[in-house]
């Protein structure tokens, strides 16, 4: 039963981490029939009733009913209301929470080869300043420590494994009340996926968004002073309105994107990974009644 006090979306986009939720975010909102708060990443509900829910998640979070409620407040009548998180695909308490309040809400979870999710959460969190660790390998060493503390470095494994996710949503909701795209299709024919997920969320398929040019791009800063700024925006951040951050941010990104490296993944780092995901790829594969062998495969 949901209380009385709490709003509930009418569709969630579960994940993943690092799977294009954030350009899915921006075209989605470009629908008129669709409402999503400026806070793209609400996680109330991997949060509400959580104690084990720690400090970092918490500061990142809407974390009472009264906030989560307000964040829908200008929503207009008839428009379809929705919560972006990709908490809710990893965190494991989510998807009984979500049964709860809402058994028959549309879901959407977008998957990336797990091993190119890796290393891209990993070149965000060097980009950040919040990697201490020069080489991938020595991060994923830390992975088990890492999951018992508070720890600012990035948990690069457990968001990956998404037939153990997907297992979890597909035991409590009907088949096809959860819609999966592959990040791969998202990329290549994005007018296709999205009028899929238009149709499923119940608004207008024919909508066309604006194109949306590359958004929260990982990678390694050019220079010093862009390091220094990067680690800066993370507590200025916080202290600026929302919707200055969402009108400067497209100007942002396109500087971003022109003083970020991306190597390439060492070879030795990307079989590392392909040992440690390929039985859950597998799973997924059936799960999904897809051949996804290739993620496997460089």
Not at 184 to 204: C, K, N, P, S, W
Request: proline share 7%.
């Amino acid at each position: 039963m949901v209380p009385d006090f709490l709003v509930v979306p009418d569709f969630f986009v579960i994940g993943a981490y690092r799977c294009g939720t954030t350009s899915l975010y921006r075209s989605l909102r470009q629908h008129p029939q669709v409402f999503l708060p400026l806070e793209k990443e609400p996680n109330f509900f991997a949060v509400d009733g959580n104690p084990e829910a720690g400090a970092v998640l918490r500061s990142r979070s809407t974390v009472t009913p009264s906030d989560y409620h307000a964040l829908y407040a200008s929503a207009s009548p008839g428009q379809k209301t929705g919560d972006i998180s990709p908490e809710y695909l990893r965190n494991p308490r989510v998807a009984s929470r979500l049964a709860e309040v809402a058994p028959r809400a549309p879901l959407v979870a977008v998957l990336r080869n797990p091993i190119e999710r890796a290393w891209s959460d990993y070149l965000l969190h060097v980009r950040d300043g919040d990697e201490p660790c020069d080489l991938l390998r020595d991060a994923l060493a830390q992975q088990a420590q890492r999951q018992q503390v508070e720890h600012r470095g990035g948990h690069y494994l457990d968001s990956g494994f998404y037939a153990t996710q997907l297992a979890r949503y597909f035991a409590l909701f009907p088949r096809n009340q959860i819609q999966v795209h592959l990040f791969e299709e998202l990329m290549q024919d994005r007018q296709t996926v999205l009028a899929q997920m238009f149709r499923h969320i119940g608004v207008d398929a024919a909508f066309v968004p604006e194109p949306e040019p590359a958004v929260n791009v990982s990678g390694i800063p050019d220079s010093k002073g862009l390091a220094w700024v990067l680690r800066a925006r993370k507590v200025v951040r916080p202290l600026v309105n929302r919707g200055v951050i969402e009108r400067a941010r497209p100007a942002w990104e396109r500087f971003l994107n022109r003083r970020l490296r991306r190597p390439a993944l060492e070879q030795e780092d990307w079989d590392l990974l392909a040992g440690i995901f390929r039985d859950d790829v597998l799973r997924l594969g059936d799960l999904l009644n897809r051949d996804l062998s290739n993620w496997l495969v460089r």
